[in-house]
């Protein structure tokens, strides 16, 4: 039996648990090796740089890549602002249209909105019901001035997986660079970026077990051989593409991640998606008029997001917050009430919008906090219907879409 | 953010969830807010005709936790008061007795306008003067 007060955490796509292995190997990086790993003439700075080469071999051999093609950056947002601003400016004489989707993170959306002061031009691919992007638009939207293509690999709040090899062939065939913010994938299921043709790759840390504050960028030196412009000036470091002293504690400890995930991600993703279809079956047999969103047959193994019809997201979390981490579809901290841009991308509408949770399972979700959580969502949606004047009219049977409701 | 000690007193143990007969000519609903905004409120108060004096009110909210909390605590005011008192209570009023941040103030002007709607359902079901509209947001 579980006692409350317990602590279930379902939000890893917002930041997983650093794993204990990680900070084990991070602990010397402090204080008994705090060389700057640009130190070329003492040993401090030898074994500090000794220690981010090794961890940027166990990143590289997690993407199957050259350790030269991995550029450590602050995180992912980091990443995406220097693959697309730096690839806009170093291709900028060969064309100035970006194609991206509208259903990317924002760390994408609004630096790609960024470039258009600067003259770029940037197409939004649309996405179907189900979170994929239709490969014929993308193709027709290629043209002579495209210079780059940015798909996340898989999406964080459905979890939906996007074509990654078909976009792959796409912009091989009509020689585009391929970007991909692959922030929710890399360490979690494969993601090797020279098998599917994508030239930059933008991923994190704390997203797989490894500390905040460290990401990378991968950028492709072969065929084709491509360079970003450095998005800070400074010393240089990171072949001249991102200046500043190396976090080599996080960096040591990003390449722990790496290397574990590399070794455990297949069992990892086995586990979970086995448990995240029980808390799936389990809430949907067990509530009426439950919506799973996104594509089930391509997405991620432990992420699932559920809309309970007639019950608003954030005070159905406020059922059971003091216990469960999960992220809701409703942003309810403003007047406008905006749901989720990506829900609604997916063509819900806004009542569902506001209707939708996220669940992100981990390496550490066991069994028995899934079993809690659907015990605490269950109380928390039957007494939110409870309370829910459009679930008592939708009970006796009207017809909501003919309610006139007085919009505020 | 975290919500106020009264916020979520009324939303662990909301006060008179529940529903009234809207078929009786003693009782007025107002139901304000729409579902794609994330806030639907109905509130509902029944009349004693021969004082003009509220003698139940019930609501049923869809909203987050601050708008469950606003609707409860609206009829709980509500119960006792006369029309014209009833009329009085100001969107701030609950503002200030919930602790509610300016992020929530419209779930505020949300009850008041359910507690307006009310009043003025009842007014008209029983051929008196409309004393006030909902105001528009």
Known sequence: MIKEPIRVYLDNN??????????????????????????????????????????REQIAALLKVDPKEIIFTSGATESDNLAIKGVFEMYRSKGNHIITVTTEHKAVLDTCDKLTEAGAEITY?????????????????????TILVS????????????????????????????????T????????????????????????????????????????????????MD????????????????????????????????????????????????ELTSRLEECYINGNVDHRMPHVTNISFKHVEGEGLMMTFNQNIAVSSGSACTSASLEPSYVLVALGLGDDLA???????????????EVDFAVEKLVAGVNHMRDLSPIWEMYKEGVDLNNVQWSEH | MAYSEKVLEHFQHPKNVGTLDKSKSTVGTG????????????????????????IDA???????????????????????????????????????????????????VLAEDAIKGAIADYQSKNGIAVTAMAASH
Not at chain 1, 354 to 368: N, P, Q, V, Y
Not at chain 2, 70 to 94: C, F, H, Y
């Open chain 1, 354 to 368: 506001h209707s939708s949770i996220r669940f992100s399972l981990g390496r550490f979700t066991t069994d028995e």
């Open chain 2, 31 to 54: 139901l304000v807010g729409a579902p794609e905004c994330g806030d639907v409120m109905r509130l509902q108060i029944e009349v004693d005709p021969s004082t003009q004096t509220i």
């Open chain 1, 151 to 182: 798909v996340m690999w898989a999406n964080n709040e459905t979890g939906v997986i996007q074509p990654m090899k078909e976009i792959g062939d796409i912009c091989e065939k009509h020689g585009v660079l391929f970007m991909s913010d692959a």
């Open chain 1, 234 to 281: 400074g010393g240089g470091h990171e072949r001249g593409m991102r200046s500043g002293t190396l976090n080599v504690p996080g960096i040591v400890g990003f390449g722990k991640a790496a290397e574990i995930a590399r070794l455990e991600m297949n069992a990892d993703a086995e586990r979970l998606s086995k448990l995240r279809d029980r808390l799936e079956h």
């Open chain 1, 14 to 55: 917002s930041t997983t648990p650093c794993d204990p292995r990680v900070v084990d190997t991070m602990v010397p990086y402090f204080y008994q090796k705090p060389g700057n790993s640009a130190s070329r003439n003492h040993p401090f700075g030898w074994e500090a740089e000794e220690g981010v080469d090794y961890a």
């Open chain 1, 125 to 145: 691919l649309k996405v179907a019901e189900d979170g994929l992007i239709d490969l014929a638009e993308l193709e027709a939207a290629i043209k002579s001035t």
């Open chain 2, 58 to 108: 019930k609501f049923k909210t869809f909203g987050c936790g601050s708008a469950i909390a606003s609707s409860s605590l609206a009829t709980e005011w509500l119960k006792g008061k006369t029309i014209e008192q009833a009329l009085t209570i100001d969107n701030m009023d609950i503002v200030e007795e919930l602790a509610l941040p300016p992020v929530k103030i419209h779930c505020s």
């Open chain 1, 184 to 231: 929710q994938a890399v360490g979690k299921i494969p993601t090797y970026p020279k098998e599917i043709g994508v030239h930059l790759l933008a991923f994190t840390s704390h997203k797989m077990y490894g500390p905040k504050g460290v990401g990378a960028l991968y950028v492709s030196r072969k065929s084709p051989r491509v360079k970003v412009t450095a998005q």
